[in-house]
């Protein structure tokens, strides 16, 4: 996205929509994982405490999700990498 044509004040504006756009994104995110992880490992509600196989579980839930962020990134990266490169070769 091509800021340059804006004024200061525009631009200014449309950086703080575009930082509340992405703390919007990353809250959803991060309520999605918690919603997820707690769903599928904790089930004992007698205690305030995890248990340690419901500590594991969130652990592992985690550790899950991150790599496979980390694998969706890096997957977005080359293909973002290979259109720049075939929209370069078709000029």
């Known amino acids: 996205m091509d800021l340059s044509s804006l004024s200061p004040a525009e631009n ?3 950086q703080r929509i575009i930082e509340r756009k992405q703390m ?3 809250m959803k995110l991060y ?3 918690v919603e997820r992880c707690f769903t599928s ?5 007698t205690s305030k405490s995890l248990s340690s196989k419901e500590e594991s579980c969130v652990l ?3 550790d899950k999700f991150f790599k496979h962020s980390e694998r969706v990134g ?3 990266a080359e293909h973002n990498a290979d259109m720049m ?3 370069q070769q078709g000029r």
């Open 41 to 45: 490992c904790v089930s004992d509600f």
């Open 85 to 87: 490169n075939q929209a």
């Open 31 to 33: 309520s999605g994982l």
């Open 24 to 26: 919007q994104d990353f």
């Open 74 to 76: 890096a997957r977005f």
């Open 12 to 14: 200014a504006q449309m």
């Open 60 to 62: 592992n839930c985690t």
